[in-house]
């Protein structure tokens, strides 16, 4: 708060998630539920993240949001609008029942209708398939609750962030993440909460290869209704397949048996991008360089030991979102060698970019 101006002000980094159970389809899409429940990592605070700034005046006169540095129309994004709206309903409830400490903010015109300004900026190439609308309503959403001092707690947050976009709501927590799809049409159950925390499992890292930082062809919202509606495989994907795979991913993350984790964490992975291709007309967000990104982790993890013949056994699992993007989960003692087997395969023209991004990335989570 600045008492000269009569504004208040909330700020908030949030990072990106990575599912290893993919999301895909909506059961609803105003409210954001899907037809399956979810799992992510999520990434460490100090890499890819969004920082959102909010601010409330008096003197505002209308809500407005900056993405990275461009205006964004507030009035028309429904998931906006329902976020802010939501938060802000929220707020009242607090003022109604004069469980807020009254300062500038007085009853005439309390805090819940004073006007906001937005500033949210990605660290990272936003909509190339780097889940930024994750950590971007994740943001918005932990901002909107510090500023209004909101009492709710972090799996109430993540059914607002929901409304924004479906992933978000696992980004309200850190570490292995489940968002529980629910049955409920309200979507009272359909909520994240954190499985494991980071310090769970503190050697398991995340790689982030850009292979490509333009914007993806198909949205994940259009792209997904379109599966739905088309895919065959889906179905049984959806019924049969993800919640077996939810069950043994979260007993090999609480049992730190990575072998598992990243075999389920590839299937799931491959199968997501088998229902795109299975959707009509086909999705295609994996390239060649994804392709022998895949080729490569199949060849790292099939390595025998020179000595002793033996095999050395699964030590990395890529996984691909809505975009040509790879992630390499693997644990810390490998990180190393195969960042040295994908400079050597990937030239260094193109390695570039990565390294521009993210100097560290090999640091993630
Ligand atoms: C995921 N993806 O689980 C999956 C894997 C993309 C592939 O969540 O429409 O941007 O905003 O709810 O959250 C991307 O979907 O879609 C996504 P909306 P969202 O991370």
């Not at 290893?20 to 105003?30: A, P």
């Not at 947050?157 to 049955?183: D, Q």
């Amino acid at each position: 708060y600045t008492g000269k101006n009569e504004e208040y002000e909330a700020s908030v980094t949030s990072p990106v998630n990575i599912a290893v159970i993919k999301y895909w389809g909506k059961r609803d899409s105003d409210l954001i539920l899907p037809t399956n429940s979810s799992l992510s990592c999520t990434l460490s605070q100090d890499d890819l993240h969004t920082k959102t700034t909010i601010r409330a005046s008096r003197l505002f006169e209308a809500d407005r949001l900056w993405l990275n540095g461009v205006e964004e129309q507030v009035a028309t994004s429904k998931r906006l609008s329902n976020c802010i709206a939501q938060a802000r309903a929220f707020r009242k409830e607090l003022e109604t029942n004069s469980q807020v400490v009254e300062t500038i903010a007085t009853k005439e015109r309390p805090l819940s209708e004073w006007k906001l300004h937005i500033i949210s900026e990605n660290n990272f190439p936003t909509a190339a398939g780097l889940a930024s609308s994750a950590s971007g309503y994740a943001a918005l959403v932990q901002a909107l609750a510090n500023l209004f001092e909101l009492t709710l707690d972090q799996t109430e947050l993540s059914k607002i962030s929901r409304l924004g976009s479906g992933s978000a709501c696992r980004s309200m927590f850190g570490g292995f993440v489940e968002w529980r799809g629910g049955e409920s049409p309200s979507g009272e159950d359909s909520y994240a909460y954190c499985v494991a925390p980071q310090s769970h499992w503190p050697s398991m890292h995340a790689l982030v290869l850009v292979v490509s930082d333009d914007k993806k062809g198909t949205s994940s919202t259009s792209g997904m209704s379109t599966t739905v509606n088309t895919s065959t495989l889906f179905a049984e994907r959806v019924k049969s397949i993800v919640p077996k795979r939810l069950q043994k991913i979260k007993e090999a993350i609480l049992s730190h048996d990575f072998s598992t984790f990243a075999e389920i964490t590839m299937q799931d992975s491959n199968q997501f991008h088998a229902v795109c291709m299975d959707t009509y007309p086909p999705i295609f967000y994996m390239n060649n360089t994804s392709k022998a990104i895949v080729h490569l982790v199949h060849l790292f993890n099939s390595q025998l030991h020179p000595e002793t013949n033996a095999p050395k056994g699964i030590r990395a699992a890529y996984t691909f979102d809505a975009g040509p993007n790879a992630v390499i989960y693997a644990e810390e003692q490998h990180i190393k060698e195969l960042v040295q087997l994908i400079s050597y395969f990937f030239p260094p023209a193109k390695a570039q970019s990565f390294r521009a991004y993210f100097p560290d990335a090999y640091k993630i989570f």
